[in-house]
């Protein structure tokens, strides 16, 4: 059987991730929820526009966080652990093409860093 190329097989490993990052939201959040920093995608399912959501607090963009606000400030400031906020609801373009996501929060030593996959 014929193995493709070493550079073929990292370009085609790179794309691949490539690909999968982009339907991946993600942002950072300091000790106090607050966004420094988020991804496009992110952006999107929040309806916010690039950059904008930066010095927003995470429960202006995910009210799924109010009432645990106190449990992600002490996960921000350990080194390792997870939170997750399972099968959250939001519409779609369409009246009944909504969807579920999943978001995950994990301390980075640092800022958090918040994603969602669908």
Same mark, same amino acid.
């Given at each position: 059987?014929?193995?493709?190329?070493?550079?073929?097989?990292?370009?085609?490993?790179? &794309?691949?991730?490539?690909?999968?990052?982009?339907? #991946? !939201?993600?942002?950072?959040?300091?000790?106090? @929820?607050?966004?420094?920093? +988020?991804?496009?995608?992110?952006?999107?399912?929040?309806?916010?526009?690039?950059?904008?959501?930066?010095?927003? &607090?995470?429960?202006?963009?995910?009210?799924?966080? #109010? !009432?645990?606000?106190?449990?992600?400030?002490? @996960?921000?400031?350990?080194? +390792?652990?997870?939170?997750?906020?399972?099968?959250?609801?939001?519409?779609?373009?369409?009246?009944?093409?909504?969807?579920?996501?999943?978001?995950?929060?994990?301390?980075? !030593?640092?800022?958090?860093?918040?994603?969602?996959?669908?």
């Amino acid at each position: 059987m014929l193995q493709p190329a070493a550079g073929l097989t990292e370009a085609l490993e790179r &794309s691949i991730q490539a690909k999968a990052m982009q339907r #991946i !939201g993600y942002a950072l959040v300091d000790e106090n @929820l607050t966004i420094l920093t +988020s991804n496009t995608s992110f952006n999107r399912w929040a309806e916010g526009q690039p950059g904008s959501l930066i010095g927003c &607090s995470l429960s202006q963009v995910l009210p799924e966080v #109010i !009432g645990v606000e106190e449990e992600l400030r002490q @996960l921000s400031r350990q080194i +390792s652990g997870e939170f997750t906020l399972p099968e959250i609801y939001r519409p779609g373009h369409l009246p009944d093409w909504g969807y579920y996501l999943d978001v995950r929060i994990e301390p980075m !030593g640092g800022p958090a860093r918040l994603y969602w996959s669908r």
